[in-house]
């Protein structure tokens, strides 16, 4: 298919990322064309995506597409979970799943209503999007629509800028998040390892950040 023209540029899903450095290598030794685009489940309720899909797509140059970026429609205020229970409309339900939020989701999406107000958006899924659009670049969430108001709430998104501070507290308050081995011993090179510092010198080369909606007064 990329050799008739009929693919210009190739994407992969839900696959470890080790297999995509790997399959990018074999493309880049064997003149192939490699993945340029990864699509897998990340969001403020499951961070499992930045251990090692995140770093991997940094050093091969890869845009990110996340999905499940809304938490499978779990985002929602305390007064919106409240107005669905009254009309009976409750909300989606995978295999018997309780469609109301655990005590967990409950704790991010009141600090997820915490930033939305003192960035002055007006819903939460809005600073969700945000966030993962902010971490690192060239991230294009898919997220479906139903209504027009979702559609507004994806595109308010766009004009959200999140301080560092900002990103610190929703990581705070959500679910815990464990590096792994090795990551937990050497670090993500954002802060001197004492086991670096104490075999040389230590000069941080700094990443690529993400593009953010310029800051008005």
């Given at each position: 298919?990329?050799?008739?023209?009929k693919?210009?540029y190739?994407g992969i899903s839900d696959?470890?990322?080790?297999?995509?450095?790997?399959a990018n290598?074999?493309?880049?030794?064997?003149g192939?064309?490699?993945?340029?685009?990864?699509?897998?489940?990340?969001?403020?309720?499951?961070?499992?995506f930045e251990?090692?899909?995140?770093?991997?797509a940094?050093?091969?140059?890869m845009a990110l597409?996340p999905?499940?970026v809304?938490g499978?429609?779990?985002?929602?205020?305390d007064e919106?979970?409240?107005?669905?229970a009254?009309?009976?409309e409750?909300g989606?339900s995978?295999?018997?799943e309780d469609?109301?939020?655990?005590e967990?989701?409950?704790?991010m999406?009141?600090a997820?209503?915490?930033?939305?107000?003192e960035v002055?958006?007006?819903s939460?899924?809005?600073?969700a999007?945000?966030?993962v659009?902010?971490?690192?670049p060239y991230?294009?969430?898919?997220?479906?629509?139903?209504t027009?108001?979702?559609?507004?709430e994806n595109?308010?998104?766009?004009?959200?800028?999140?301080t560092?501070?900002?990103v610190q507290?929703?990581e705070?308050?959500?679910?815990?998040?464990?590096v792994?081995?090795?990551?937990?011993l050497?670090?993500?090179?954002?802060?001197?390892?004492?086991?670096?510092?104490m075999?040389?010198?230590y000069?941080?080369?700094?990443?690529?950040?993400a593009?953010?909606?310029?800051?008005?007064?």
């Amino acid at each position: 298919l990329v050799a008739s023209g009929k693919v210009l540029y190739l994407g992969i899903s839900d696959t470890p990322a080790w297999v995509v450095s790997q399959a990018n290598q074999y493309a880049e030794d064997h003149g192939k064309t490699p993945f340029v685009i990864y699509t897998g489940k990340w969001s403020v309720l499951d961070r499992s995506f930045e251990r090692d899909i995140i770093p991997m797509a940094r050093l091969n140059g890869m845009a990110l597409a996340p999905w499940g970026v809304l938490g499978a429609g779990r985002l929602r205020t305390d007064e919106e979970e409240e107005e669905r229970a009254q009309s009976g409309e409750n909300g989606r339900s995978v295999a018997g799943e309780d469609w109301k939020r655990t005590e967990g989701e409950k704790r991010m999406c009141r600090a997820l209503e915490k930033v939305a107000e003192e960035v002055g958006a007006k819903s939460i899924r809005s600073v969700a999007i945000a966030y993962v659009m902010q971490k690192t670049p060239y991230v294009f969430p898919l997220i479906g629509t139903r209504t027009i108001e979702s559609f507004k709430e994806n595109m308010e998104a766009l004009n959200i800028t999140l301080t560092p501070e900002q990103v610190q507290y929703i990581e705070s308050e959500g679910p815990s998040f464990d590096v792994g081995f090795p990551n937990s011993l050497i670090g993500d090179g954002t802060t001197p390892n004492f086991m670096v510092l104490m075999g040389g010198i230590y000069q941080r080369m700094p990443v690529q950040s993400a593009l953010r909606p310029p800051v008005t007064n």
